[in-house]
């Protein structure tokens, strides 16, 4: 019995479903009980404004709450406290987003990183992908038996690169990390989506007619 065993590969490029976002607030005073009260106050009010764009925001979470004393150059006498809160927000208004981080940005003590594009884990783009290796696989073993004079029988295998599991993944050709803060915000900001590239890759076995040699 005759084998051929074949790669099959897919690539697309999309458009992006989600867009990603960090916000870190933060303050500063002599008194930690200060110190609290205003990054309270300012974590309210990112909250609020947040609230404004209803269900273009998919979700909101919150990374890391800071606090910690300063202390000064000669021995731990204190001198300040310091405090930060990071939320991350999970953006489908892609229309909104400029506008939303800008806004966000220019509130004081305020530090944002973004965006990071991405495609949703069960995006059906992965499935269409994973179909289109399947597909690129059964055409590159008739190409093969076709080159021998032979003609593909049956499918014998037909599994993940390596036996390791899926090895589909959305890919990002450029970097998708900007930062802005107070300083840098500007009076517009136009965002372009970064399309997604999406790779899968199956290993197949088939069996063939004898070659004609």
Do not use: C
């Amino acid at each position: 019995m005759t084998t051929v065993a074949v790669r099959g590969e897919s690539v697309r490029e999309v458009e992006p479903e989600l867009a990603e976002f960090t916000v870190v607030t933060g303050a500063r005073d002599k008194d930690r009980q200060a110190t609290l009260e205003r990054l309270r106050e300012r974590a309210d009010a990112l909250r609020q404004y947040l609230d404004r764009f209803g269900e273009g925001i998919e979700k909101r979470e919150t990374g890391g709450l800071h606090v910690y004393p300063e202390a000064g150059r000669r021995g731990e006498r204190v001198t300040a406290y310091n405090g930060s809160v990071s939320t991350t927000v999970t953006v489908t208004d892609f229309a909104a987003l400029g506008e939303m981080m800008l806004a966000v940005a220019g509130r004081d003590q305020t530090q944002v990183h973004g965006p990071n594009w991405s495609l949703r884990p069960d995006s059906p783009v992965h499935k269409e992908a994973r179909a289109a290796a399947v597909t690129d696989a059964i055409a590159r073993a008739r190409e093969y038996a076709t080159a021998l004079g032979a003609e593909v029988l049956e499918l014998m295998e037909l599994a993940d690169p390596g036996l390791s599991g899926g090895r589909y993944e959305a890919q990002s050709a450029y970097p998708a990390y900007r930062g802005l803060s107070s300083k840098s915000a500007a009076a517009e900001l136009q965002l372009d989506p970064q399309r997604q590239r999406v790779y899968a890759a199956v290993e197949a076995r088939f069996t063939i007619t004898s070659p004609t040699l």
